[in-house]
C-alpha cells in the first residue's frame, strides 16, 4: 500500500492511498477555487447541554450534480474534479464544505444562555472507487481492505489534531437520506466534543461492566436476530432496534477503534459486511438508503469503556415506505419501530448470500 | 363548551369538543371494524439505556388516501368515516394504529439484553377542524382555542392513566416529514416513559436554576432571534437551533403543562402562533413541512423542574431543498444546522403579519 499526501488548489489535502506502490500521483490541480470557508460555530444548547454546530457556508454546497459532472470521478483531459489524478483506488480529501476545520475566524456572544467557541475538528471524504456507478456492496474484498486501510490510518490521523475529541467514520448512501452525491463515498468527522451518542454508550458502559462484550454474547446466545458471522465479526439486529432494518457488526475482540483491528480482523470484515448490504438491497429488489456509522472510542474520554462497531441501518420499511422521523422521535426522542426485530434478521438472513 | 364521550365501532373513544351546547353527537359508528391490535412491546436498549416501542401492526396504517377516503373528514349519507357526526368542531379519537394502548397481550423474553414490558399508554388522534383542505395557521382564534381545552382535556385525563408518565401533544405537517393524512390534525401520545428529550430537560434544569425562565429573559433581552411577541407569549429562534427554522414560543409565566394555562394565556397563544406558522408558510411562498411539539412536564417526574413550551420546527432549508437527518444526526446525535439562528429569526420576522 502506498500513501501520497497531495494539496489541492484552495490548500485542502488529499491522500491517495493505493495498492501499487508506483502509483503516479503528480497530478497537480489546476483550478481556481474560492478561498475555503471559516470553519463553523459550535453553540451549546443549555436544554440539552449538548453542542450543536453552525455552518451557514454549507447552504451553497454542490447538490445533486449531472453525472458528467461528479466531483468525485478522477479528471479526464476534458474536466477538473477534485480529485486531480485520472484514476485512483482509494482517496480522501478535506470537504470543501466542512462542519469542522481548522480554518475558524471570529465568534463573538450571541446572547441568549448559549455559550459559543470555534468548530474545531476537521471533515473529510472518502471515495471507495472510482466507479461512479458502484456500491460499498459491489466492492472486493481487496477494495474494501484498502478502504479500512484508510479509515484506519484517518483514525490516527486526526485524533492528533489539538482539539479533536472523536473521530467518526460513515457512509450516507441514497438520495432518500439526503446524499447530495450519488458517487460511493463516506465521509470522517472529527468533531471537537464527544458526540452526544457516544456519551450515551460510556454512560451505559461505566454502569454495566463489559456491555459490549455482554450485547454480543447474548445476542449469539439468542440467536434469533443474528444476520451472518464468521470465526471474527457477528452481525445481528439489535433486540431493541429503532429503525425498521437495523444491523450492528461487532469484532468478537474489543478494540477501541480502526486503528486497533488486526490484519486478520479487517480482511474477515470485508465480505461479511458486503455480504450483508447485498442482504440490504435484496430484501425490496431496490438499492436501499442507508446509513453505515462506525462506533469508535473517543480520542481521550472512556477508551477503556468504548467497544469498535458499526451500526447500519436503514430507513426503508417497505417498498414506496419509508421510516421518518417525525414528532416522537425528532422532538422527544422516543422511538417507534414499525417492524420487529426478529422479522428483520429472518428476512435480511434469507437475503445473506450463501 | 360541550364535551361528548362516545365509542367507535371498535370500542376506541372518540370525544367531540364543541363550540354549541347543543350540538347533537347521538350519531353512532356503523362499520364493521377489525379488533384493535395489541399494544407495541417496549424493549429496552442497553447500549443508550432508552426504551424502544415496536409495533409492528403499524405497518398496515392507512397510507395517503384519496381526498374523497380521507377518515378524519365526517361522515356522509354515503361514507363512514372514523367521525360518524356529520359535522364537528374539533374531535379527539383513540388511534387505530397506536404505538401505545391499554390493550396488551403477553411478551416474552426476547433474549439478548434487552428487558421487554408492554406499551401501555394511549395514543390519540386530534382533529383541529372538519374542512379538509385547511390547516392550523388558517385556524381563528376561536378554533385554536377550543384545540387548546381539547389539548388541556387530554392533558389531564390521559394523566391519570395507570403508567402513564408523560403526555406530548404534537402536530406532524407535510408529506416531507411523512405524514400520512393531509387532513388537519394532530396527534397526542401518552408515554409509560418520560421520554429522552424530556429527560436531557429535566437533568439540565436540576443543575440550572430557572433554567426556561433565563433562557426566556435573555433571549427576549438579546432580542436578535425574536420573532414575535405579546404580553404574555414570546416566540424565538432558539440561539443554538439543531433544525434550519426553528422556534420555540413559551408562556412568560412557567406553568407545567398545558391544563395549567390560564384563559387569558390561552386566549394570547392563538394569535401569535398561527401568526408565526403563516411567516413560515411564506418563506418560500410553499407550505412547509413542521413538527410542532408541546413539551409538557411529565405526570410525576420534575414537575417543578419543567416549564410548558412549544418548540416547533421544518426540515425546509431552502426551496427544493430538505435538511435529512444524516450520519452524524441520526447515528450519533449530532446536529449541524445550515441556516445561522439569527438569520431565521430575521427571515420569520419580516413575514410575520403587521
Not at 446524499?179 to 451518542?197: C, F, M
Not at 435484496?282 to 467497544?307: C, K, N
Given at each position: 500500500m502506498k500513501r501520497t499526501i497531495t494539496h489541492l488548489a484552495d490548500g485542502r489535502e488529499l491522500i491517495y492511498f493505493d495498492r501499487r506502490d508506483d502509483a503516479d500521483r503528480s497530478a497537480i490541480d489546476r483550478r481556481t477555487l474560492d478561498p475555503r470557508p471559516v470553519a463553523s460555530e459550535l453553540r451549546y444548547d443549555p436544554l440539552t447541554e449538548e453542542w450543536i454546530a453552525m455552518a451557514g457556508h454549507r447552504q451553497t454546497r454542490t447538490f445533486l450534480p449531472p453525472a458528467d459532472e461528479c466531483p468525485l470521478c478522477p479528471s479526464s483531459d476534458t474536466r477538473a474534479s477534485e480529485i486531480p489524478a485520472y484514476d485512483y483506488d482509494v482517496v480522501v480529501f478535506e470537504n470543501r464544505f466542512p462542519s469542522f476545520s481548522g480554518n475558524f475566524g471570529t465568534y463573538e456572544d450571541v446572547g441568549g444562555l448559549s455559550k459559543v467557541r470555534p468548530g474545531v475538528g476537521r471533515c473529510e471524504v472518502v471515495c471507495f472507487t472510482s466507479e461512479h456507478n458502484s456500491s460499498f456492496s459491489k466492492l472486493s474484498d481487496d477494495q474494501v481492505g484498502l478502504v479500512m486501510e484508510a479509515w484506519a490510518d484517518r483514525?490516527?490521523?486526526?485524533?492528533?489534531?489539538?482539539?479533536?475529541?472523536?473521530?467518526?467514520?460513515?457512509?450516507?448512501?441514497?438520495?432518500?437520506?439526503?446524499?447530495?452525491?450519488?458517487?460511493?463515498?463516506?465521509?470522517?468527522?472529527?468533531?471537537?466534543?464527544?458526540?452526544?451518542?457516544?456519551?450515551?454508550?460510556?454512560?451505559?458502559?461505566?454502569?454495566?461492566?463489559?456491555?459490549?462484550?455482554?450485547?454480543?454474547?447474548?445476542?449469539?446466545?439468542?440467536?434469533?436476530?443474528?444476520?451472518?458471522?464468521?470465526?471474527?465479526?457477528?452481525?445481528?439486529?439489535?433486540?431493541?432496534?429503532?429503525?425498521?432494518?437495523?444491523?450492528?457488526?461487532?469484532?468478537?475482540?474489543?478494540?477501541?477503534?480502526?486503528?486497533?483491528?488486526?490484519?486478520?480482523?479487517?480482511?474477515?470484515?470485508?465480505?461479511?459486511?458486503?455480504?450483508?448490504?447485498?442482504?440490504?438491497?435484496?430484501?425490496?429488489?431496490?438499492?436501499?438508503?442507508?446509513?453505515?456509522?462506525?462506533?469508535?472510542?473517543?480520542?481521550?474520554?472512556?477508551?477503556?469503556?468504548?467497544?469498535?462497531?458499526?451500526?447500519?441501518?436503514?430507513?426503508?420499511?417497505?417498498?414506496?415506505?419509508?421510516?421518518?422521523?417525525?414528532?416522537?422521535?425528532?422532538?422527544?426522542?422516543?422511538?417507534?419501530?414499525?417492524?420487529?426485530?426478529?422479522?428483520?434478521?429472518?428476512m435480511l438472513r434469507s437475503q445473506v448470500d450463501h
Open positions: 483514525t490516527a490521523e486526526l485524533s492528533a489534531i489539538e482539539g479533536v475529541e472523536q473521530v467518526f467514520c460513515f457512509e450516507n448512501r441514497g438520495e432518500e437520506i439526503g446524499i447530495t452525491l450519488p458517487h460511493p463515498h463516506g465521509q470522517i468527522y472529527a468533531y471537537p466534543y464527544v458526540t452526544p451518542r457516544t456519551k450515551l454508550h460510556l454512560g451505559a458502559a461505566s454502569r454495566h461492566p463489559d456491555l459490549f462484550a455482554d450485547v454480543l454474547a447474548t445476542e449469539r446466545a439468542a440467536g434469533t436476530r443474528v444476520v451472518a458471522a464468521n470465526e471474527l465479526w457477528t452481525a445481528f439486529v439489535p433486540a431493541a432496534a429503532r429503525w425498521p432494518f437495523e444491523v450492528h457488526v461487532y469484532p468478537h475482540r474489543r478494540v477501541p477503534d480502526l486503528a486497533a483491528l488486526s490484519e486478520e480482523e479487517r480482511a474477515a470484515f470485508a465480505p461479511l459486511y458486503t455480504s450483508v448490504l447485498r442482504a440490504l438491497d435484496g430484501l425490496f429488489g431496490v438499492p436501499m438508503p442507508y446509513i453505515s456509522a462506525w462506533h469508535q472510542a473517543p480520542v481521550r474520554e472512556g477508551r477503556d469503556l468504548a467497544y469498535l462497531h458499526l451500526e447500519l441501518f436503514s430507513i426503508r420499511r417497505a417498498p414506496g415506505k419509508l421510516k421518518y422521523l417525525a414528532g416522537s422521535e425528532s422532538a422527544m426522542g422516543a422511538f417507534v419501530n414499525d417492524v420487529m426485530p426478529e422479522e428483520a434478521a429472518r
